[in-house]
């Protein structure tokens, strides 16, 4: 089996005109979800419905969420003016590699997260790293204040 026959092709035409888009995962209320979906331009947040389950790295830097400190690699969508468990601070992605194992990856989130949020934490910076199960198509970090 290829990866192709592994994934699914969706069209959201009416999404803005955006291009048709591949992915692995799922939909939910005609947004993708999971990790699996292709770099798809993020829709300003103000199009982003309140409640709005995302990944965790996928909001833009200032944004806040709820269900933060679940564990999870999915965080709700909530408006800043209210009450929220974390504010993104910084995202990005981790190179590209064979798994480096839970150890090495977290150093690199923690590391990673501290030197693009230095000073701007108000609480606890909580880093959002992928697991082993994730690796292989998630590379991605987020870096919230909580």
Known sequence: ?????????????????RA????????????????????RPVRPEEEVLEGTLVHAAELLVGTCANEVLDGDKFVRFVACDKPHEGK????????KSPWPGRQEVAQLAVQGCEDRTRG??????????PSDADWV??????????
């Open 20 to 39: 048709p888009c591949y992915m692995v995962n799922g939909v939910s209320g005609g947004r993708l979800v999971g990790s699996g979906a292709s770099a």
């Open 88 to 95: 993104l601070l910084a995202a990005f992605t981790l190179p």
């Open 137 to 146: 198509y998630d590379q991605r970090v987020a870096c919230y204040d909580t």
């Open 1 to 17: 089996m290829t990866a192709d026959e592994n994934l699914s092709f969706l069209s959201f035409a009416t999404d803005g005109g």
């Open 120 to 129: 701007r934490a108000e609480g606890t910076l909580w880093t959002r790293y």
